[in-house]
C-alpha cells in the first residue's frame, strides 16, 4: 500500500453487526478511523440474534443452543465477560454480553439498521486512492451510495443452507418432511415421530438430542463417525479451559501423535468411541470434534441410533449404506453445513473471498490482486473454538494495514504463503482440501499478533512478572494474553487474566463463602510449575530449543 493511499484512508464501511461487525467498528476506533457499519437487521449480534422465524439470507439458531466455547474463552480481548453469566452460555447470554461491549465502547452509534448493502465496487480513481463506492437499501427500499477509503466485510458464513439433495437418491419419493437445521427452531412438531437427522456435527449432536425427548425414535446418520467431546471438562470445570494452554500446544506441536492418542484415550475413558459406533478413522486433531454433553447418554438409552449414510429412499422408508433400512420415516433434518458467496462484491473478488478453489485470501484476510489493500474480510475463518478472538485480532492488524502501519508482502510473496498455508492445512486436516477457512487456532492468532506487535513474549514476562508468566503458560491461552503489550494495550489486561478462574467459579457458588484460591490455580502453582519446568528442561536437553523458541519470542 502507498503512503499516500494509506495516509488518506479515514473512512471505513464495515458490513454486518455481528461479532466480527462489532470488533471490526471497535477496531477502527482504537486506531482513529470513522466507522460506519451497515446491518440488514434491526438489531446487533448476527448469528446469535434468535430470529423467531428465520429470515433468508441470514444466520439462524434454535431456541436451545448455547455456546460450545466458555465465556473466557469467547471474550472479547479487553471486555472480560460478568463473573455472573454462565461459563457456556445460553444465545440469550451472548447477545447481552454483545450488547454490553457495544454500549461500553459506544459502538452503536456507528451502526446504521436495516441497511443492507447491495454492491461494492472500486471509485474510477481507485488506483490511486483505494476508494470503494458502497451501494445500500434502507427498510423503505430508498437506494443511496457512498464513497469509503476502505471495507470490511463481516457477514459470516453460516447464512447459506448446504442442502445437497442430489446425494439422496429418490429423496422425490420421500412422502414425510425434510428441512435444512438452519430451519430448525424446537423439537414441538416432533413429538412421537420417527426422525433421521443426517450430519454429525455439534449442530446435528445437539439437535438429535433435543429431538430424542420427544420423539418416538431419532437415528443420527454419519459417514464418517466423529470424536465426541463434552462442554464439561475434570472437575467440572469448562472443557476449553483445561486443555488449551499455551503449554498444550507447544506439547502438540513436538509431539503430536502422542498428544493425540492421549486425547483420544481421555475421550474413551468416558465412553469407548468405537463400541459407540463413533470412531472415526482420523485422529482427533485432524477434523472438528462434536461438542455434545448428552449424546453418549442418549445412545446408551437406545433413544438416538447410530446408522451410516443413506443409500436411498424410498417413499418414507430410507435405506442405509450398510443395507438396513427405517420404514414409516416422518421427518429429515439435514445437518449438512453452510455454503458462503458475497453477492454485493464484484466478480474476481467474489472467487478470490468464496468456497471455491480460486479462494485466494492472505491471511484469511486480504484478498490477491488488489493494488491498494483496503478491502479486508474478518470472521471467515474456522477453528477448533471460538471465532471471536480469531476475528479480533484479523480486525487489529487489518486497520493498522489501512493506516499504513503494517505493510503488507508483494503479490508473489503473499501468493507462496497461500500456497504454503494450503499444503499445510491439507497435511494437517482431513476437511483441508474442500474446506479452506481451516486453520490451526493459537499459532494462527500468534502469527497476526506478531504482525500487530501484540503477541505476549513469554521470556520477557518471567524477567518482570513471573506469575503472571506462568498463567500465560500453563492457564489457559485466552484473550485477554494479547492486551498484555503493544498497541491497544490495556492495563487491566494482568488483572484479567490473573482473575479469570474467579469468574468460572462465580455461577457455580449457590451461597457466599470464603474460600480459598480457586482449585485450578493451586494447581498451576504445584503441579503447573513442576510439568512445565520438567517439559522445557527435556526440550532443551533433546536440542528441540529451535521448534520451542517461536512460543517464547
Not at 192 to 218: H, T, Y
Not at 378 to 387: M, R
Amino acid at each position: 500500500m502507498s503512503s499516500f493511499v494509506s495516509s488518506m484512508v479515514q473512512k471505513v464501511a464495515v458490513i454486518g453487526a455481528g461479532i466480527s461487525g462489532l470488533t471490526s467498528i471497535k477496531s477502527c476506533l482504537e486506531e482513529g478511523l470513522e466507522p460506519t457499519c451497515f446491518e440488514s437487521g434491526p438489531d446487533i449480534g448476527g448469528l446469535w440474534r434468535f430470529k423467531e422465524e428465520p429470515e433468508p439470507g441470514r444466520a439462524n439458531i434454535y431456541e436451545s443452543v448455547v455456546l460450545n466455547s466458555s465465556k473466557e474463552r469467547l471474550a472479547f480481548s479487553d471486555f472480560p465477560p460478568a463473573a455472573e453469566l454462565a461459563n457456556n452460555m445460553h444465545h440469550s447470554e451472548v447477545l447481552l454480553y454483545l450488547r454490553q461491549y457495544a454500549q461500553n465502547f459506544g459502538l452503536l452509534r456507528h451502526i446504521r439498521f436495516q441497511t443492507a448493502v447491495v454492491n461494492i465496487s472500486q471509485t474510477a480513481d481507485y488506483a490511486d486512492t483505494g476508494q470503494w463506492v458502497v451501494e445500500t437499501e434502507g427498510r423503505d427500499g430508498r437506494q443511496e451510495s457512498e464513497v469509503f477509503d476502505a471495507v470490511m466485510v463481516c457477514v459470516g458464513h453460516f447464512t447459506t443452507p448446504n442442502l445437497p439433495l442430489k446425494d439422496f437418491p429418490a429423496i422425490e419419493s420421500f412422502i414425510g418432511k425434510y428441512f435444512h437445521s438452519w430451519e430448525y427452531r424446537n423439537a414441538e412438531d416432533m413429538r412421537e415421530k420417527r426422525v433421521v437427522v443426517i450430519g454429525i456435527g455439534s449442530s446435528g449432536g445437539d439437535i438429535a438430542v433435543e429431538i430424542s425427548q420427544v420423539a418416538k425414535q431419532v437415528y443420527l446418520c454419519s459417514r464418517s463417525g466423529a470424536w465426541v467431546i463434552s462442554r464439561v471438562g475434570p472437575r467440572g470445570l469448562p472443557v476449553d479451559m483445561m486443555y488449551t494452554s499455551r503449554k498444550n500446544e507447544m506439547l502438540k506441536s513436538l509431539f503430536p501423535s502422542l498428544s493425540n492418542r492421549i486425547m483420544e484415550n481421555k475421550l474413551n475413558q468416558v465412553f469407548d468411541h468405537e463400541l459407540y459406533g463413533l470412531k472415526p478413522q482420523h485422529s482427533i486433531s485432524e477434523k472438528n470434534t462434536v461438542v455434545s454433553d448428552a449424546l453418549p447418554a442418549r445412545i446408551i438409552s437406545g433413544r438416538i441410533r447410530l446408522k451410516e449414510n443413506i443409500k436411498e429412499f424410498r417413499g418414507s422408508t430410507l435405506v442405509f449404506a450398510d443395507g438396513s433400512a427405517v420404514d414409516q420415516v416422518d421427518v429429515v433434518v439435514f445437518a449438512t453445513g453452510y455454503n458462503y458467496s458475497f453477492p454485493f462484491l464484484p466478480p474476481d473478488l467474489q472467487d478470490k473471498c468464496g468456497q471455491g478453489p480460486q479462494h485466494r485470501l492472505y491471511r484469511h484476510v486480504f484478498a490477491l490482486g488488489l493494488t491498494s489493500p483496503t478491502l479486508a474480510v474478518v470472521g471467515l475463518i474456522d477453528g477448533f473454538g471460538a471465532v471471536n478472538l480469531l476475528a479480533e485480532l484479523q480486525a487489529r492488524w487489518a486497520t493498522r494495514v489501512f493506516k499504513g502501519l503494517i505493510s503488507l508482502p508483494t503479490q508473489e510473496a503473499m501468493m507462496e504463503d497461500i500456497k504454503r498455508e494450503r499444503a499445510k492445512r491439507c497435511k494437517r486436516f482431513t476437511d483441508g482440501k474442500n474446506n479452506p477457512l481451516l486453520v490451526d487456532v493459537l499459532p494462527y492468532m500468534d502469527s497476526l499478533a506478531v504482525e500487530a506487535g501484540v503477541r505476549p513474549n513469554i521470556l520477557r514476562l518471567f524477567l518482570s512478572d513471573p506469575k503472571l508468566a506462568w498463567h500465560v503458560l500453563l492457564g489457559p491461552c485466552t484473550p485477554y494474553q494479547y492486551r498484555l503489550i503493544g498497541p491497544g494495550k490495556w492495563d487491566g489486561a494482568r488483572r484479567a487474566i490473573l482473575t479469570q478462574w474467579e469468574r468460572v467459579h462465580t455461577p457455580f457458588r449457590a451461597r457466599q463463602a470464603e474460600s480459598g484460591p480457586p482449585t485450578a490455580m493451586i494447581s498451576y502453582g504445584l503441579i503447573g510449575f513442576l510439568t512445565g519446568a520438567t517439559i522445557l528442561t527435556f526440550c532443551f536437553y533433546k536440542n528441540l530449543h529451535l521448534k520451542i523458541s517461536c512460543f517464547f519470542s
